[in-house]
């Protein structure tokens, strides 16, 4: 379970009794963990670590931490995902130590506009994240990213969102008492393909402050209003040349992506010291082997793709492509 009140390292909730600890040898918690020790850069501190963080159920990876400074108020941190044989990615710079969720939203609230409850567009749909508070509210490194979620009636809180279809702003600017921010709020299409026609409400959430809407809104789902969301269907389905050339191209881009994942240290570095965007896909193309093209398509990548967690998505996706390939072979 998530705890608002605990120091965060990225977006991780961090134990601050661990913050205290004498810390150990990070090759005897890898040992103990039964994960590989050959990916540590050899620049990583040895001693020092202790287990910070747990990721939430189900996302399957633990962080470590050792302190970068005297008053711990940096971290190197390494994450460790998957089951045994688990693997380990060490960040290659110090991470600052975070305030609290409940520190850093404290005073703000998030709210459906007079303007979205009266003109309801499920397609339009936005929110004012207000300063309630008495105080004038600072970002401390959070951005105001929005999800809306269907859920039936009677259903309970907040569904399910995809991190993709988040709406909202990277930088959110300070807010004195009583002003707010308007952001969109947008539904993912894959709950559309699950809706079914009656009464629904609709949430937003805020999941980097976990600020949720205290009202939902109430809409009927009619069979019209969901077809009018579902995807168009193409007239005839693809031939198996035109499948197997897709399905060909898309393992290029996964087995990229795993390799990414894989020498995520040494792929970060060589980004942070390119001169220019140029450079940097350069230097990606020729440490993974891959066309500028696929380069391109790692550098644009969703840092989140690179987690193994559990399930590991990436290499369902890989034995999936593969299976339906030598279908079709």
Known sequence: MRDDTAPQIGGYDVDRAALELDGEPLRAILARLGTSTDAIPPTTPPDGWRLMAEAPV???????????DAARRRW??????????ARVSVHPDPQPLRQSVAERRAGLA???P???REVLDLDALSVDIVNDGDERWFPDGDAFHVFASLVPSGGGGVGSFYYGW???QDHPFPLDPG???RVPARIDSSQWREARPGPYVVH?????LRLTTDEPLHVELTSELIAAHQPASSSAPPSADSERRSIEDRLVLVRAYLAARERFPELAAAIRDARDDHAALARIADLLGVTDDVAQAVSAMQLR???AGAPDVLQGELDSLEQRLRELR
């Open 58 to 68: 189900g996302e399957g990876s633990l962080l470590l931490g050792s302190p970068a």
């Open 76 to 85: 190197h941190v390494a994450q460790v995902s998957g089951s045994a044989p």
């Open 110 to 112: 998030i709210r459906w």
């Open 114 to 116: 007079a303007i979205t």
């Open 166 to 168: 988040a709406g909202g």
């Open 179 to 181: 002003e707010y921010a």
């Open 204 to 208: 937003a959430f805020e999941p980097s």
């Open 305 to 307: 793709r690179l987690r």
